[in-house]
């Protein structure tokens, strides 16, 4: 029985995977840094160890999986060199591991995490399906006929993988640590989309996505006239949105999301194409479609007083502005108070002035501190010159975040790739205390 050994195991992609294999019976342990992270609790609740890290952890007859943020030159991986221990990384694994399924891909700069949940939870009303999901939830289903998992661009680490499907969301010029420029982005894409064995499912609003090509049909989704399947009759309410998909022009059915915003119209195309290409029950879909209760750390609420806070990954300027236009769908009578923290120095200096712009468009915007990566150079870039280019933004520090009181009755969205949800955790506190 090999044991499968976690480097650095509280990853969100390698958590989700340690979940995936422990529910298929496999034997699974992992490593990591003593710091509490939210996904944690999953493994937790499986029962799967969790270690400090340690070469002593490495046993004969173990397979490690290596986390992407870990060198070869970590205490583990070496020890597993010196006994002969296989290390596989772990999109290398995945990569391997999907083959045994009809697997998807979700891809794109943007949605991918929330698009994969929301595909796994319609696709599960048909068949046994196993997800691997960005938000750091996985499930594994021994029979399972289709296996829908995120595949990120960063580093082209996705080129590890050959999918039946890809579903492709949109590109966009992200990780400017990584990539020089857009059309580099679009190339990583393009060789993805070589790889993919049955169909590509692509947004085609999207001016990149509409150049690329694949071996296998391209269906596209959108607004548009042009796409496959298109969104017609969009009814926006505070409770969701409701719309009809027409089919090559012909009106398919209508559906509705408990969702706000034109990227969850969007996000639900895609699931609504693939279905179709699949030929999964309408009834199902639409079913399943109203009962998505939505990923981690997307648009995830709470009410605290006549307060609702928000707790979102939006990192980029797109993803800013979807997640504000989404709160005003949902709140139009409410003050909506932007708290950002920008991840990594890289990507705040390439889009300083779009996060300006984005950020604008909430009533009132917090600045915290630059989220920093290991992987950078500190230049002379600081959460001033952002401040500099938004009227009335203010900075907010943890220890202080009583400042946010005064908003009464207002949306509080606390937004960011680092450790943004220390600052709401920090303004719990405030008001409980």
Known sequence: MTVYHFVGIKGTGMSALAQVLHDMNYTVQGSDVEKRFFTQKA???????ILPFNKEN??????????????????????????????????????????????????????KTS?????????????PTSYLIGDGSGKGIEESKYFVFEACEYRRHFLAY???????TNIDFDHPDYFADIDDVFQAFQEMALQVKKGIIACGDDEHLQKIQAKVPVLFYGFGEDNDF????????????????FVRNTFFASFEI??????????????????????????????RLKTFQGVKRRFSEKQLGDQILIDDYAHHPTEIVATIDAAKQKYPDREIVAIFQPHTYTR?????????????????????DIFG???????????????AKIPNARLIQENDTSVLKQHQHAVLIFMGAGDIQKFQEAYEQTVHS
């Open 43 to 49: 493994l937790e609740e499986r029962g799967i160890p």
């Open 230 to 245: 298109q969104a017609r009759n969009i009814v926006k309410t505070t409770e969701g949105t409701s719309f009809d998909v």
């Open 258 to 287: 408990p969702r706000h915003g034109d990227h969850n119209v969007l996000n639900a195309l895609a699931v609504i194409a693939l279905c179709h290409y699949e030929e999964i029950d309408v009834h199902i879909i639409q079913e």
């Open 115 to 127: 698009t994969t949940g929301l595909l796994a939870h319609v696709m599960q009303g048909a068949y």
């Open 162 to 168: 050959s999918p039946d499907y890809a579903i492709m």
């Open 348 to 368: 705040t200096q390439a889009f300083l002035h779009e996060f300006a712009a984005s950020l604008q468009r909430a009533d009132q915007v917090y600045l915290c």
């Open 373 to 387: 990566s290991a992987r950078e150079h500190y230049g002379k870039l600081s959460i001033q010159d952002l401040q």
């Open 58 to 111: 490495i046993k004969p007859g173990y397979t490690v999986i290596a986390g992407n943020a870990f060198p070869d030159t970590h205490e583990e991986i070496q020890a597993a060199y010196e006994l002969d221990v296989p290390v596989i990384r772990y999109h290398r694994f995945l990569g391997e591991f999907l083959q045994k399924f009809t697997s998807i891909a979700v891809t794109g700069a943007h949605g």
